[in-house]
């Protein structure tokens, strides 16, 4: 079993409705909790880190954590094209970050 | 404005051969990481440093080597390419250690050709 796992996708919603990305994890240590977005041929970069069970919302996005089931999920609200991109879930295990392989995620116009 | 770079670019070379990519950056970050991106893996790994002459393997350090001398530079070796190292290879930075409430800053990527 893969320490983070996502659906590798694609997902693709069509512009302004909700997409929801889905992650979980295997270490139940695991105390803090990311998601990367990564354009085509570029580097990742940070949207949102969550610690704490419950929802944290940043303008669009929601980042959602149960450590109880051990899941993390990301939702885009209002989804545009340039929300298209592959998202990278990130767990801290141990003071490592493990990455899933992503979810790539197309905006339809 | 702060950044962090990598180089070269691009880079192909043969199996067999040393090689090292550069990672530098301007953050004055104590934490520096160096990762590998393939189809179906996500990022994975190799190598970190908490400061300077500090490091440790990561995940897939096998055949990987780092130094680490001043603040700014984070150089990864392949002591002997090999074609399982085709990759793109990315560097990055973090003010606190991994983990913490810091954000990880990547560098633009390397990508490597081992023929």
């Known amino acids: 079993q893969k320490e983070v796992e996502q659906n590798s996708g694609p997902l693709s919603v069509p512009e302004g409705a909700i997409a929801s990305l889905n992650c979980t994890y295997s270490d139940r240590g695991s105390q803090s909790f990311f998601w990367y977005r990564q354009y085509s041929g570029k580097s990742p970069e940070l949207i949102m880190f969550i610690y704490s069970n419950g929802d944290k919302e940043d303008g669009r996005f929601t980042a959602q954590l149960n450590k109880a089931s051990q899941y993390v999920s990301l939702l885009i609200r209002d989804s545009q094209p340039s929300d298209s991109a592959t998202y990278l879930c990130?767990?801290?295990?141990?003071?490592?970050?493990?990455f899933g392989a992503g979810t790539r995620l197309t905006v339809k116009p | 404005d702060a950044e962090i770079t990598q180089s070269p670019r691009h880079k192909i070379t043969e199996t067999g051969r040393q090689v090292t990519l550069a990672c530098h950056q301007t953050w004055n970050h104590n934490n520096m990481f160096w990762y590998r991106q393939d189809l179906g893996h996500g990022l994975r790994l190799i190598h970190y440093s908490y400061g300077v002459q500090d490091t440790n393997k990561g995940e897939v350090s096998d055949g990987y080597s780092v130094s680490r001398s001043n603040t700014e530079d984070l150089p990864l070796t392949l002591e002997s390419a090999a074609s399982s190292q085709t990759s793109v290879y990315f560097c990055?930075?973090?003010?606190?250690?991994?983990?913490?409430?810091?954000?990880?800053?990547f560098g633009p990527g390397t990508r490597l050709t081992v023929l």
């Open positions: 990130a767990v801290n295990v141990n003071n490592d970050m493990r």
């Open positions: 990055a930075s973090s003010e606190l250690p991994s983990g913490r409430r810091d954000t990880q800053y």
